[in-house]
């Protein structure tokens, strides 16, 4: 991800089943009393009188039926006005996480409970969107095995997670694909394509430029798209539970440094989801470079080189049928220096440039959508890593105070005990007690203060509040 000589993915000599799994970007980010437990087999069902006993308790507890009183039964899906996403017609200002591996935990009966326990994690915690991954192309456990052929035990696994994230009342951002090699990416589509003798050529970027694997990518899109959870019953389309499809994770096309060819690739792909479903929000998964043509190439982006990798920030993410843009923050791998001062400059002008973009030339919601301060670094300490994250929550939380379009961030990335061959140079486990807990408690509680209680939030996490 990252053209620095720093790598984001250090953990390369580790041995174990996971090897190949373990990259950045091989590596995934919650509200809840709602749902009961409505597991395995039974579909969506939500008892009538179940229903009505909850209405009239919140009414006889509050007095009012606003649509925002906790216990209500159904979710409704997130959407965007303007510049700011909303739900249940108030804007939505995200506090949330990455967590790549929920699919891939979710194969083995064995590892599921890490994906439970940390959706609730993050209930507590009150964050309300995780990232993760709804893809693995010809790996380990691959969900799509070659073109067209699925493992239908991944896809139970993917089932799993949106059932499970649905009961915990977190959203799921779900990425489409990877630019990156880990689990496949468009290396494995480029090998496939090739294997078949229908490839063009064998440059990982024919991912986007040969009609046969922008087809094959199409054929997996639409499978994914129009899949009928067999716990829940409910189509992927039509599930609230997701916030949105994201593309590709992290383009870049650098064959093509003019971005010609990737913004044909994002308008026709970015068309094909809108057409398959037109419910959910669409985003690219951009890092957010600016492009070679864009003053702030010079002025804002970290250096020379990052706007030569054939993406561009505005361009791509001006298209009609991407409902909100996304950007990444790193900055330890994106500049040469380490001064931790130097950093947080770059952190702080980053945000507030695409925040100001949003809002003045694309008129979208800009959502964070990783950040992360890698403990590689010289010096690292987490006191210096929670000062960068509070400066991240600060610009958020003062983006809601305002309506801006600043919508959130999602930090890279949580992992759950016992994870090591996940490790990367930015991860941890949130449980509570810690400093970095309380930092992220405290965001999430200051949102909701904003913005009104969301829908599912977790009681605990309510409670927590009143205590900070
Ligand atoms: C959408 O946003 C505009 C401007 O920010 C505001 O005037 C309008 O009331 C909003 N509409 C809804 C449905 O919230
Ligand atoms: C494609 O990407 C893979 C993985 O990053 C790399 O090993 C390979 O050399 C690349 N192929 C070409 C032709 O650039
Ligand atoms: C690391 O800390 C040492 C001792 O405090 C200091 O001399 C050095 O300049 C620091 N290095 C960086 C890159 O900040
Ligand atoms: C932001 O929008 C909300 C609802 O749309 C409104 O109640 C609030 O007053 C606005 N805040 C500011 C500072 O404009």
Redesign the pocket.
Known sequence: MILSERSKYPNQSKKGVWESLQSPKSRCSPPSCIYRRMVAGNGLFYPILGFVSCVVFIYMSFGDLRPSSREEATLSFVKRNETQLMLDG??FYINGWNSYWFMVHSVDESSRPRVRAMLQAGAKMGLTVCRTWAFNDGDYNALQISPGRFDERVFQALDYVIAEARQQGIRLLLALVNNLHAYGGKTQYVKWAWEEGIGLSSSNDSFFYDPSIRSYFKNYVKTVLTRKNTITGVEYRNDPTILGWEIINEPRCMTDPSGDTLQDWLEEMSAFVKLTDKNHLVTIGLEGFYGPNDPKGHTVNPEEWASRLGSDFIRNSGIANIDFTSVHIYPDHWLKTYDFEVNLRFVTKWMHSHIEDGGKVLKKPVLFSEYGWSDLIKNFSVSDRERMYRTILDIIYKSA???RSGAGALVWQFLGEGMNEFEDDFWMIPWKGSSTYFLFLQQSCRLAKVTGWSTQQDRSFTDACKKI
């Open positions: 108030r804007p105070k305002k309506n």
